[in-house]
């Protein structure tokens, strides 16, 4: 399960008095990010002095964050994973700009970094973003840029989570945006302590193709899959194009990529490959795409087991398909029910010159009453 952490909304503050002696973690209802400095903030997060009490001058930053108020909630969170088999990995903000003014180049560098401390204290093993724009000046600098920039990061990450949380880079659709695949590849190479981000829809808006059979996607997984030295992380939806890149992310339905011929080269079982949804949809597309891959599993089993394949029970009297010894016969074509299969109804007697009784009623008929009717004259006439 991918965590998304979209909103940041940091605080930097003085220490209160009740707080002094505290470890940052051990704080309740506080998210803390970042322990000293200003109230400027401008520090990167320390390692070291989360596990310190305290001070009185101390300045922390904390995040306002919709999934936890404090790390007790990120512990309980990482306890139900772990209890349920569910591994997780976070997302940082989308908004990031390096190439910007400098408070937004350190506004990003904070937030890949804050994503990587709360990462760790869930547990996650990735802290998945990308790089944003391109700088206006040649695109070669920017890329020289961009790398050594991940690389400081994926650096300070190792360091702070001691290696547990590693800095995922996934490509883009736009074509503003840092993220061809060749970048993606050659960054993750340069930069140690990175991994790719194999996201099918940006890649597949970004080269304006819709990866409709398995022989276009191979290369691309045997690439992805040789630059990580763990499992492939691989996210997928529908995406709709516009003009050079990518409009907007669909449900899998109404999407220009499907997901089918994916599904049959991961069911050949050739890859470690971890698929995370990033649909709209995001539940439903997710059952969807283990629908179709499991259909395709189903396939290849059939496949590799011919004679293990059930085969459909024949009907009484159509005879089956089988090796036939000799010279052909000649064809016939066999009644649909044969008169001896045929059921026969019960023989009935015939019908004898005394009728049959009747039954007894459940309901004993009523007494009619005779009402006498008088004769002409006045007289009454006899009883019948």
């Known amino acids: 399960m991918e965590i998304q952490f979209i909103k940041v909304n940091p605080l930097t503050r003085r220490v209160l008095d009740e707080e002094i002696g505290q470890l940052p973690r051990a704080i309740p209802q506080q998210l803390v990010v970042s322990v000293g400095g200003s109230e400027q903030g401008g520090e990167p997060p320390n390692a070291e002095t989360f596990l310190q009490p305290l001070r009185r001058r101390d300045a922390l930053t904390t995040l306002t964050w919709s999934l936890a108020k404090d790390y007790a909630d990120l512990e309980q969170t990482k306890a139900l994973a772990r209890g349920l088999d569910v591994e997780l990995t976070l997302h940082a903000p989308y908004y990031v700009d390096f190439f910007g003014s400098p408070d937004a180049r350190e506004q990003s560098t904070r937030q890949i970094q804050w994503s990587g401390v709360l990462a760790q204290g869930l547990g996650a093993r990735l802290a998945i973003t990308h790089l944003g724009f391109y700088g206006s000046g040649d695109r070669g600098d920017s890329v020289q840029a961009l790398t050594d920039i991940a690389t400081d990061l994926a650096a300070w990450l190792g360091k702070f989570s001691k290696g547990k949380v590693r800095l995922a880079i996934e490509p883009s659709g736009h074509p503003d945006v840092f993220g061809t695949r060749e970048e993606v590849l050659e960054l993750v190479r340069r930069a140690k302590g990175t991994v790719p981000v194999l996201n099918l829809p940006h890649l597949a808006a970004r080269e304006r193709k819709n990866f409709a059979e398995a022989e276009e996607l191979e290369p691309i997984l045997r690439e992805f899959a040789r630059a990580t030295d763990g499992p492939l992380y691989l996210n997928f939806s529908g995406v709709e194009f516009y003009g050079p890149g990518e409009f907007r992310l669909t449900p899998i339905k109404r999407g220009l990529v499907r997901f089918d011929p994916l599904a049959e080269l991961l069911a050949e079982r050739d890859y470690d490959v971890t698929v995370i949804s990033s649909s709209p949809l995001l539940e439903h597309d997710a059952m969807y795409m283990k629908l179709l891959y499991e259909r395709s599993l189903t396939r290849r089993w059939t496949r590799l ?47 004898t010159g005394r009728p049959r009784p009747r039954p007894p009623s459940r309901h004993p008929a009523r007494p009619t009453k005779r009402r006498n009717k008088a004769r002409p004259g006045g007289s009454r006439g006899r009883r019948h």
């Open 305 to 351: 087991h011919p004679s293990a394949a059930p085969r459909p029970t024949p009907r009484p009297g159509v005879p089956t398909a089988g090796p036939v010894k000799g010279p052909t016969p000649t064809a016939t074509v066999p009644h649909a029910r044969p008169a001896e299969a045929r059921p026969r109804r019960p023989a009935v007697a015939p019908p």
